[in-house]
């Protein structure tokens, strides 16, 4: 007689890993939850009292060839913060408090020890957004993926009271573009960053990199900054009047986002010095231009705040730890908005 665990799929190792991941769950409950791990679905009673007229703001992303990177260097502690950080760092940009998280891990043969370290990283992840992780789900599907190789999905939910939704709708000319420090690449990029580090360099990803002052696995898998917590408080103190989560397509791709039609970005890009594993990238034969447009090139987030209270922007991200600079500022442009690096 076949079974399903002759077939590929390991029911018990799935109900082992569920075990495993229940009390990484737990310690990211938020008190609106009613029911979380384990069921069909998630409840969550969202506190109306907080809000006159709460809006929903979703999110959803995966972290994308990084986890190749992982897959290569047997770590996989961090690429669960990446998942939770590109999902409430984008809502967060509307001025949405993370609510609460669910994520999709996909793999060829489940492996509860090494999934739950995944999950352990998004349970972190959801604790540095202040969400809760309510649920998610498991897939075992053999043949689909290479052997020990999974995939990650991640979805998030958040509210913001109807007059305080960050769109952009306020820039005008004058204002300062704040961009803040990233922790290096983030989640985007690593198909060019693999092909020229890893597969036209030759590097080892175990090797001591003296310019970056750690291996290059230190690098490649530093998590993502997750940066909710310091955008409701700047947005608390300061008219935070636009904002962009810098991912693939770097500030060219993502900085016009935020700004309405009819204005342009000007970006000094001598104001502040990207870590040194983009001059790395660079030095491998990838042009200015389009190391600008694949990655952050060392800022996650950029601002955009009245002249006046740039000042009091940078003081509020210095006091969550978040390194910023005065990279530029909004001038009168035609039509769509455009970004110019200067």
């Known amino acids: 007689m076949t079974t399903y665990r002759q077939a590929g799929v390991d029911v018990e190792e799935g109900d082992r890993f569920v075990e495993l991941i229940k009390p990484l769950a737990k310690r990211t409950l938020r008190p609106e939850v009613l029911a979380g791990i384990g069921g069909f679905g998630g409840l969550f009673a969202l506190d109306l009292s907080r809000f006159k007229n709460p809006v929903l703001v979703a999110g959803t992303d995966g ?39 669910l994520d999709y891990y996909a793999t060829s043969r489940l492996q509860a020890e090494a999934a739950s370290a995944v999950v352990a990283g998004i349970a972190e992840g959801c604790a540095q957004a202040g969400c809760t992780l309510l649920g998610g789900e498991t897939a075992e599907l053999p043949g689909f993926y290479q052997r020990d190789e999974y995939d990650l999905a991640g979805f998030a939910v958040g509210v ?20 803040v420090a990233s922790s290096g690449l983030h989640s985007n990029g690593y198909s060019l960053a693999r092909r020229i580090l890893l597969e036209e360099g030759k590097r080892s990803l175990e090797a001591h990199v003296p310019e970056l002052g750690c291996t290059l696995a230190d690098e490649l898998l530093k998590p993502t900054l997750i940066y909710p917590r310091a955008i409701l408080d700047l947005a608390s103190r300061v008219e935070v009047r636009g904002l962009a ?58 601002a955009i705040v009245p002249r006046d209270q740039a000042q009091a922007a940078h003081v509020v991200l210095e006091s969550h ?22």
Do not use: Y
Request: glycine letters at 14%.
């Open 63 to 101: 972290v994308g060839t990084k986890l190749k990177i992982a897959f290569l260097a047997g770590r996989h502690a961090t690429v669960g913060i990446d998942l939770v950080a590109m999902s409430v760092n984008d809502i967060a940009t509307c001025g949405a408090e993370p609510l609460f998280f």
């Open 160 to 179: 913001v009271d109807r007059t305080r939704v960050i769109d952009g709708s306020r820039i005008k000319a004058g204002d300062v573009i704040v961009g």
């Open 245 to 302: 989560h810098i991912t693939g397509g770097g500030i060219p791709g993502n900085l016009p986002r935020c700004i309405p039609d009819g204005l342009r970005a000007v970006v000094q890009t001598s104001r502040w010095s990207p870590p040194p594993i983009f001059q790395l990238i660079a030095a491998g034969g990838v042009e200015r231009e389009e190391m600008f447009r694949t990655f952050n090139m060392g800022l996650g987030l950029c």
């Open 321 to 342: 730890q978040l390194q910023s600079w005065a990279i530029g500022e909004i001038v009168p442009g035609q039509g769509e908005a455009t970004v110019e690096l200067a």
